[in-house]
């Protein structure tokens, strides 16, 4: 994932005519979400009259049909804005013509990018309007996002990343077999790897004791908190959980851990991301080191994680849609997809601030 990277996403507007006596159509705007380009083109412009005798135009024009394809993203934060840039950049590269880019034999998209700012009605409200403007393709970045798509549609197909287990999330049977209308990359991270970096920064003496820091209501927190459990008990370690409700309680529960913890650990966690400056002050104040489970962590201050790169999640995920797109494959029948590499990276301010020496040679920032 590439760091300190955010798209600039411009908000557009439609003015509509009144010229015209056949009516007009009203385009509602969700609270805080943004739109690129609608789903819901107007049908005269998906195919052009064939002459007389002229094959038709379905079949000569199919390829100069720009497909619809809805962005629905929970949250603004490091992690989500690369799933999204990873997937648009990649579907350029495989031929789509995107916001006036050259296309490759005639292929289009058009994209309707839709941020929820971690709304869970608005939420229902942004996949809701990609169903009735009929999308080609439903992209869900996050698990509450991919839910609600599902909630929303069973024919659309949907592929979606930044999601830690899709069976958890109820969405699909297996991760092998979705069987269903929904497929994806899953963004689940080395948390055996992280733990032991963690524990390896403790002084010889501490008491091993990690705190942990996720939000309950997440189901994608909740299982790499298990996944963490069962890590811990081999290793003899002591866990001491806190759960937050919003990024408000970020400084009070940081503080409850100081003096029971030697280290504080951190799942991918799309609440605790967007407070990842306020999560990483507290950490320091405390003086307790912090790892958490994805890159925006550590852009945000905290001091460390082992990762994939959401960026990379995306591209994947770009892929897996133009095969949908193509007639190539069924969502149904495309295994759930994982992370091919992972990284360790350091922000070097926060190892400063509480004296530890990054390896020579490793990724640093800040």
């Known amino acids: 994932m590439t760091s300190n990277r955010h798209d600039a996403i411009r908000t557009q507007s439609v003015c509509l005519s009144r010229r015209s006596m056949l009516g007009a159509c009203l385009i509602a705007s969700f609270g805080g979400s943004i739109l690129l380009t609608g789903c819901g083109e107007d049908a005269a412009k998906k195919t052009a009259a064939a002459p007389a005798g002229a094959p038709a135009a379905g079949a000569a024009a199919a390829t100069n049909v720009a497909k619809k394809i809805g962005i629905v993203q929970l949250i603004t934060h490091e992690a989500l804005d690369d799933a999204v840039r990873g997937f648009r950049e ?15 034999d005639g292929k289009a998209a ?11 009605a608005t939420l229902q409200a942004i996949v809701s309007r990609f169903v009735s403007n009929d999308c080609d393709l439903i992209y869900a970045v996050s698990t509450p996002a991919l839910q609600a798509a599902a909630r929303a549609t069973r024919t659309i197909p949907i592929v979606a ?14 991760d092998a077999k ?69 990024v408000n309680d970020i400084q009070q529960c940081v503080a409850s851990l100081a003096g029971k913890v030697s280290g504080i650990w951190v799942p991918t966690d799309n609440v605790l991301a967007s407070g990842s400056p306020i ?28 990762t994939v790169s959401h960026y990379e999640l ?42 530890i020496k990054i390896p020579e040679g490793a990724e640093v920032i800040g």
Not at 326 to 350: C, F, L, Q, Y
């Open 90 to 104: 990649r579907l350029t590269e495989l031929g789509y013509a995107v916001d006036g880019a050259a296309g490759k």
């Open 110 to 120: 058009t994209i309707d990018l839709q941020n929820a700012h971690g709304d869970t």
């Open 161 to 174: 990343t930044a999601v830690t287990s899709f069976e958890r999330a109820k969405v699909v049977k297996s």
């Open 178 to 246: 979705p069987s269903g209308n929904v497929t994806g990359v899953s963004n689940a991270g080395p948390i055996d790897k992280q733990l032991e970096l963690l524990l390896s920064m403790l002084p010889q003496d501490a008491a091993p004791a990690i705190g942990v820091l996720y939000t309950a209501s997440e189901d994608n927190s909740l299982v790499q908190v298990e996944r963490l459990r069962a890590a811990a008990e081999k290793k003899g370690v002591k866990l001491v959980e806190t759960a937050v409700a919003s």
């Open 279 to 306: 999560l990483a002050k507290s950490a320091a104040q405390a003086k307790i080191p912090l790892v958490a489970g994805d890159l925006s962590f550590v852009q945000g201050g905290c001091l460390a994680t082992v």
């Open 314 to 355: 995306g591209r994947m995920t770009a892929e897996m849609g133009v095969e949908i797109l193509e007639g190539r494959a069924k969502p149904g029948d495309m295994p759930i997809g994982s992370a091919k590499t992972t990284k360790t990276v350091w922000n070097k301010a926060a190892a400063e601030a509480l004296g």
